[in-house]
């Protein structure tokens, strides 16, 4: 590892510096650790930081420079990191889920194993940063500065690459999913040979629809009977699902090999970066869905409905998400979208007659 005193002068405490949700005393300490740090990169004695397996999720750092500090295991989720220097810092196996990282520094960084799942790293900059093994679905590293960087190994579902500067990336044996590859190829990101799609876990049509029963009696009784269809990186068997209450269902990253969805009451269910292409979904609910990333080429949406739904205990309104949906040639003819979020989605293709968008978010649509 460099050194990164080199050349790093010393930065004064800054009010951006306090973490959010934390106790007085606990606040204090991060605080002192954080100046002990900065007189340490100053070669003014001072401590290096050390913050490993700390649960530091939530807060903020937003600003400091901890080139150096270790992390290894600690828990960071949700905590804004935005401009942070983290220079040659151990994040070995951190937990960074949802962490804002937006113009962060991590040149040298290793952050080997580490979960960056829907992680911000827009423009960060991560020359030479080392992401071997790292899940980093879902997140976003818009314009980020990756040059050397190694992500062997690493999951790429559902990342957004679009704008990164990836001249000699290492992307040996990462894992992509199909739509991410075409979305990759599209920005220049050039995938090597050895890639391979996700290891979907195979599910048995008996214990899919035992799960499924499971989970209507949980939505029947309100949570008091049964549990709640919760799958992630599974493959769903072909199965006639006409008419099922799935509302609320996890199906996150899963694959859907197809069947009759017709119907189905998807309300509120969680089917990011799943691949649903050539689904049959007609008529079915989908109000308040998390469809981020999802694929659903040539997927039937004719009269489905996406349109907001009211949540009783926030008393407020949750919108359908497809943020980066593909819906590339699927049918959406009476489909209903009100007050959906379709940025950056993909609609070419598609057959729109009658289609509403009216308060839809459209920006930078791909049509």
């Known amino acids: 590892m460099n050194n990164p005193r080199e050349g790093s002068p010393p930065v004064k405490p800054t009010s951006k510096l306090e973490p959010v949700t934390r106790l007085d005393d606990e606040a204090y300490d991060i605080r002192l650790a954080i100046r002990r740090h900065q007189q340490w990169l100053a070669n003014n004695s001072g401590q290096r930081a050390d913050f490993s397996f700390r649960d530091l999720s939530g807060v903020s750092l937003a600003g400091a420079d901890l080139s150096g500090a270790r992390f290894q295991g600690t828990n960071l989720t949700g905590a804004n990191l935005t401009g942070a220097k983290l220079n040659d810092a151990d994040l070995r196996n951190a937990s960074l889920q949802r962490a804002n990282l937006k113009d962060a520094q991590l040149n040298g960084a290793d952050a080997s194993g580490a979960k960056l799942i829907e992680a911000s790293l827009d423009h960060a900059r991560m020359t030479k940063a080392k992401l071997v093994d790292c899940d980093l679905t879902g997140a976003d590293l818009i314009d980020a500065k990756m040059q050397g960087a190694n992500l062997t190994g690493s999951l790429l579902i559902g990342v957004d690459l679009t704008g990164a500067e990836t001249t000699g990336v290492i992307l040996n044996r990462v894992v992509v999913d199909s ?17 391979t799609g996700p290891a979907y876990r195979e599910l048995s049509i008996k214990d899919f629809v035992m799960a499924m029963i499971s989970h209507e009696l949980w939505v029947a009784t309100s949570g008091a009977a049964g549990s709640r269809l919760d799958l992630d990186l599974a493959k769903v068997p072909f199965v006639k699902m006409n008419g099922r209450k799935l509302a609320g269902a996890r199906l996150h990253r899963c694959q859907i090999e197809g069947g009759d969805w017709h119907g189905v009451d998807l309300d509120l269910a969680d089917l990011a970066y ?5 689904l049959n979904l007609q008529n079915s609910r989908l109000r308040g869905v ?4 999802a694929n659903l080429t040539g997927s039937c949406l004719v009269s489905a409905a996406f349109s907001p739904i009211q949540l009783e205990i926030r008393n407020q309104q949750a919108p359908s998400n497809l ?5 590339s040639n699927a049918n959406l003819s009476g489909a209903s979208f009100t007050g959906a979020n379709l940025k950056k989605a993909a609609i070419d293709g598609c057959n729109v007659s009658g289609t509403l968008w009216q308060g839809a978010e459209m920006t930078a649509v791909r049509r």
């Open 179 to 195: 739509a991410t590859a075409a979305m990759c190829r599209a920005a220049g990101v050039v995938l090597p040979d050895n890639i």
């Open 274 to 278: 799943a691949d649903l292409s050539g």
């Open 290 to 293: 998390n469809l981020r990333r």
């Open 323 to 327: 943020e980066g949906a593909i819906l």
